[in-house]
């Protein structure tokens, strides 16, 4: 089978996750093509049997701009997907939300799954220090459980090619308390969030990985770093700078993310090598 993974990762989790999706199904004999969503253009993702739409969970909600690009996508009348997330613990709506847009794009979506991995988000992790420094995770429970649900995936797509009809992911966005925080988010207005943003002149190396880790493209370099409007608050300048040059009144520097310690690792521990 013939699969497009399209992904975003702010940090590098949701990297890890679409790596076991690959190598467990390329072990199977399938073929799978890896892209971002910022690099691909949405009226050319024709012509796959099954997708994978990936994407981090940013306050209860896909990432805005995979949102944007499932939006804008052409109509994929009857074509298979299932929808793949990372996050703290719980999807919130994103699940919902992303098959509601995948359905109306004609879609038949399969199932979504995520992948439990550390937060990302500097707020929560000043709230609580203590879960997020003595717990580890994803371990190799999760990333089997990824590897079980991307090998089910595939087998209900072949289902789905013989007219098997199939129950779909769930789709219908009930009025919950993190509905209005997910709204809010794929309208990409969490930056507000951030409290004052400013740039440590002399930390700032200028080495642009701020700019390169930006899903939007909102980051640029003129000296030191600019921050356009079209930023949507995903903290991934923040989280990235390797000099924690990047400041917010939010919260300090010790509270960002810098990505699992040895994901190469987590892969082999869970039988999937390089």
Known sequence: MLLLILYESCTGNTQLGVEVIRRTLEREGHRCTVQRFRDTAPDEVDGYDLYCFATPIQSF??????HRFIKAMPKLRGLPAFIFTTGGGWPGVAH??????????????????LLACPDNWP????????????????????????QAFATEMVNRAYRHRDGIKLKQAPHILWPTPTLPL????????????????????????????????????????????????????????????PESAILTTACKPECYYGGLQDPEKLLRKAGLPA
């Open 61 to 66: 909600a896909p990432l805005t701009p995979v």
């Open 96 to 113: 919902r939300m992303m098959a509601g847009a995948l359905r109306r794009k004609g879609m038949v979506v399969l199932g979504a799954h």
């Open 123 to 146: 707020i929560g992790r000043m709230l609580d220090r203590h879960f997020y420094n003595r717990f580890t995770f994803p371990r190799k429970r999760s990333i089997r459980k990824t």
């Open 182 to 241: 997910g709204l809010l988010a794929v309208k990409g207005v969490l930056s507000r969030g951030y409290g004052k943003r400013s740039v440590d002149a002399g930390a700032c190396t200028a080495c642009g990985i701020c700019v390169e880790s930006c899903p939007v493209g909102a980051v640029s370099l003129a000296g030191l770093p600019q921050f356009a409007d079209s930023c949507i608050g995903c903290w991934a300048c923040f989280n990235n700078c």
